[in-house]
T-cell receptor
Framework: EDQVTQSPEALRLQEGESSSLNCSYT??????LFWYRQDPGKGPEFLFT???AGEEKEKERLKATLTKKESFLHITAPKPEDSATYLC?????????????FGPGTSLSVIP | DTGVSQNPRHKITKRGQNVTFRCDPI?????LYWYRQTLGQGPEFLTY????????KSRLLSDRFSAERPKGSFSTLEIQRTEQGDSAMYLC???????????????FGPGTRLTVT
């Protein structure tokens, strides 16, 4: 069964304290892996797409990497405005629909 | 075009009432998706349209739920005879079927928060 898990469930960091979020997946026929940021009461905001193992993408203080089994979102020197829930999603090959499966998210709090 | 829009943003209804939500996708996107999200969980797929055709429905979608996308533009999601368990955030997303910018990523609207009392 296609599945996406994320760890940790919640993470508290001091401002400037770098860390990584993990996304593990089992899926048949990976089309792509997505990272989203979601602020409370709002819809998810697209961050990155990764397609193949070894691929990396960067945006400001965020860097996403992909292996055959998992993806990491590295946050370098985070600021309080980086506080949000980070969602990982995988797109799997289907018949009529390449389904997208979301993980439960990691809630990040960055303390000044 | 400023992105995906959804209306209303909040809806409070009594159990047993019918509700309808609207989604306006990004204009050049031909794919439209509906998701449901509850607290502490990721979005859960409900249904998918390519143009006006509804191509996929989740097995979790009961007969009380129906979605339409007339003329392949905006979409509506109707819930009949609402139950307290329907309380959730309902999210709409759109994407292109063309792998522009190297990806098929979905862009989400702000969501409609439904509370069933």
């Amino acid at each position: 069964e296609d599945q996406v898990t994320q760890s940790p469930e919640a993470l508290r960091l001091q401002e400037g304290e770098s860390s990584s979020l993990n996304c593990s997946y089992t899926v048949s026929g990976l089309r792509g892996l997505f990272w989203y940021r979601q602020d409370p009461g709002k819809g998810p905001e697209f961050l990155f797409t990764l397609y193949s193992a070894g691929e990396e993408k960067e945006k400001e203080r965020l860097k996403a990497t992909l292996t055959k089994k998992e993806s990491f979102l590295h946050i370098t020197a985070p600021k309080p405005e980086d506080s949000a829930t980070y969602l990982c999603a995988v797109q799997a090959r289907g018949t009529s629909y390449d389904k997208v499966i979301f993980g439960p998210g990691t809630s990040l709090s960055v303390i000044p | 075009d400023t992105g995906v829009s959804q209306n209303p943003r909040h809806k409070i209804t009594k159990r047993g009432q019918n509700v309808t939500f609207r989604c306006d996708p990004i204009s050049e996107h031909n794919r439209l998706y509906w998701y449901r999200q509850t607290l502490g969980q990721g979005p859960e797929f409900l249904t998918y349209f390519q143009n006006e055709a509804q191509l996929e429905k989740s097995r979790l979608l009961s007969d009380r739920f129906s979605a339409e996308r007339p003329k392949g533009s905006f979409s509506t999601l109707e819930i009949q005879r609402t139950e307290q368990g329907d309380s959730a955030m309902y999210l709409c997303a759109s994407s292109s079927s063309l792998r522009t910018s190297g990806s098929y990523e979905q862009y989400f609207g702000p969501g409609t928060r439904l509370t069933v009392t």
